[in-house]
């Protein structure tokens, strides 16, 4: 289907004659509605940052347990490994 020439003034005005003969609705159930999804989005994504912030710092706290144990571990065994050494008067590594 072939479309007319016009010009953009023409076609400017055939819009705006047709926006106004659109029936204006505001519905405002539907506004609610989509205003209370909005804030059920917004705090459940406040939820997700609070618990990976948790987890995150739960996992903070595991690696630096787990770091702490293994260097102490590693002390006590080399100062094992030490006196042993000293006592077959080997001081050399």
């Known amino acids: 289907m ?3 020439d016009m ?13 106004e003969n659109y029936p204006d609705e505001h519905n405002l159930s539907a506004w ?3 205003e209370r999804k909005l804030d059920e989005a917004a ?3 406040l939820v997700r940052q609070r618990v990976l ?3 995150a710092l739960e996992a903070v706290v595991v ?3 787990l770091l702490g144990w293994w260097g ?4 006590i065994g ?7 050494r000293a006592r077959r008067g080997l001081w050399l590594f």
């Open 53 to 55: 912030r948790i987890f």
């Open 32 to 34: 609610l509605q989509m």
């Open 63 to 65: 690696l630096m347990a």
């Open 72 to 75: 102490i571990a590693a002390t």
């Open 2 to 4: 072939r479309t007319p």
């Open 7 to 19: 010009s953009d003034e023409e076609l400017d005005a055939l819009f705006q004659r047709s926006a």
């Open 43 to 45: 705090a459940g994504q």
């Open 78 to 84: 080399w100062k094992k490994r030490l006196g042993q």
